[in-house]
């Protein structure tokens, strides 16, 4: 039996899923020929175990147990649908504690997020649940001698990628609204972070009709196999612009429908009549400096009207300084790790070069002296002031802690500025004005905002981005519906089937 060590203080060591090959058909697998890679602990730079890395060969006998799951399972009556998918949620709060462990050691996020993470995951769980019973489908009228109706059916085998940011959460909540409609799931952890992945399948496997739920770990070729594979009949994604487009090409060879949630490059907005004291916190708490800034809502491009610009910068040193890195394991940490070294050289590389670029460093931007932290990838909360939108940093998702300030007179140029880039996933609008609040969350370009408010996700309300950050809404019966397909039925009752002899 998997228990995460507990103590009054200090890390937590987490317990590793036991299995960590490929699991399909209802029981655990060897890669077929890809062999194993290593799973790291980004916060102290050290291998935990190495998990299968699976090929195409892998993904075809994932994809054959998935369609024979899909076959039990779209039979399964909803409501036993809504109850297995509510034990789930179940077992989720029951170990949130051991998966979070797992997701800060394998992730680099602190612990005590990540404990919000699976109750995230669970109550997710239970919303779509409670959703089965509203797959509906329509009557059209058609006179007294016709029928005609439509009725929603699960699409088959759905394949989900998920980003490393919240492995944890996005493995066991993405997994819940394809469930709900009755399809089987084939879900591909992040290469980067795998671990809870699989003591999710330890955990929860066995309550559902073998080949209904499928995880299998690896790099880039098992995602791109799903992406293109005949037997898969819709795959989503969580990720970079790149990797979405990707998908989409892959996807294209059988034409299968995709969600997609994709990078951002996001915009808070501050109009002048707005309190200083909340724009800080607001600018702060929407960077998710918790999570190295590595969260693709992040507001990680601030407009600051210039009557309220040199106040909020004074504020926003003292609420970046809550935030400081430290090992991801232990609960009194409150900033984590980058994900891999390569990330973390990524996000350096931006701080080098927005000094270059004439950008004014505000607060951090250096690597923690810390020497406790000396062999994992962290870096300090980042907040750079005079940003110009000609700069790499005002441009291009870093995906770390790296904060962007502008000032601002003319409203019509904040908002071609904000607007200007092909991302399109969140934005933050703060004023105490209603009319200016309602005209500015039409003029963005974004599929998610918020007014006076940040960072915040509402379980029933469609999350998703426009332009090149995403395709579909999720987190909301939308989800739920893009994972059916509609099918319309004609009765004829004119009479026309019945025999000659009037039987």
């Not at 059916?153 to 394949?159: C, D, E, K, R």
């Not at 891999?340 to 250096?366: F, M, P, W």
């Not at 940003?387 to 441009?395: C, D």
């Amino acid at each position: 039996m998997n228990i995460v060590t507990q103590s009054d203080s200090g890390p937590w060591e987490p317990a590793l899923p036991a299995n960590r090959g490929i699991y399909y058909g209802g029981s655990w697998h060897e890669p077929v020929s890809g062999g194993y890679a290593p799973a790291f602990d980004p916060g102290l730079g050290r291998k935990l175990c190495e998990v299968a890395d699976a090929t195409a060969e892998d993904v075809d006998r994932a994809v054959e147990a998935a369609r024979a799951g899909f076959l039990v399972w779209r039979d399964t009556q909803p409501l036993e649908r809504a109850r297995i998918l509510k034990e789930i949620a179940r077992i989720l709060r029951d170990n949130a504690r051991e998966l979070a462990t797992i997701d800060a050691a394998n992730c680099g996020n602190p612990v005590a997020e990540m404990m919000g993470d699976a109750n995230i995951a669970a109550a997710q769980t239970e919303f779509f649940a409670g959703l089965v019973t509203e797959m509906k489908g329509a009557t059209i009228p058609m006179g007294p001698n016709a029928l005609n109706y439509s009725i929603r059916q699960p699409l088959g085998v759905v394949a989900r990628i998920i980003a490393f940011n919240h492995p944890f959460m996005f493995c066991a909540g993405k997994m819940a609204a394809p469930l709900a409609a009755g399809n089987a799931v084939i879900m591909k952890p992040p290469a980067q972070a795998p671990l809870s992945s699989l003591r999710l399948a330890e955990l929860v496997g066995h309550l559902l009709p073998p080949g209904v739920l499928n995880v299998v770990p690896g790099g880039a070729a098992p995602g791109a196999a799903l992406a293109s594979h005949p037997g898969v009949d819709k795959v989503t994604l969580i990720g970079s612009i790149a990797a979405g487009r990707a998908v989409m090409r892959s996807a294209s060879d059988t034409v299968k429908p995709v969600l997609l949630e994709l990078g951002g490059k996001n915009a808070l907005i501050a109009f002048g009549d707005s309190d200083p004291n909340a724009v800080a916190k607001a600018v702060v708490g929407g960077m998710n400096f918790t999570w190295c800034g590595q969260s693709c809502g992040s507001t990680s491009r601030a407009f600051l009207h210039a009557d309220i610009h040199d106040a909020v910068i004074e504020k926003v040193r003292d609420a970046a300084s809550r935030f400081k890195p430290g090992i991801p394991t232990d609960p009194a940490t409150t900033m984590g790790a980058i994900v891999n070294k390569a990330q973390h050289d990524r996000v350096l590389s931006y701080i080098r070069s927005a000094k270059e670029e004439g950008a004014t460093l505000v607060y951090g931007g250096n690597v923690p002296a810390d020497p406790a932290l000396k062999d994992g990838f962290y870096v300090e909360p980042t907040i750079f002031a005079d940003v110009e939108p000609g700069m790499r940093i005002a441009s291009e998702e870093i995906f770390g802690p790296v904060l962007s300030v502008f000032r601002w007179n003319d409203e019509r140029r904040m908002i071609e500025d904000v607007n200007r880039l092909e991302y399109g996933l969140t934005c933050s609008i703060w004023t105490r004005d209603l009319e200016t609040a309602h005209r500015t969350a039409q003029a963005v370009e974004a599929g998610f905002v918020w007014i006076n408010e940040v960072s915040k996700h509402f379980i029933g309300a469609p999350f998703g981005g426009v332009k090149q950050s995403g395709i579909g809404r999720e987190e909301s019966i939308e989800e739920l519906l893009s994972f059916t397909h509609e099918k319309n039925v004609h009765v004829n009752l004119a009479g026309h089937w019945r025999r000659d002899d009037g039987a």
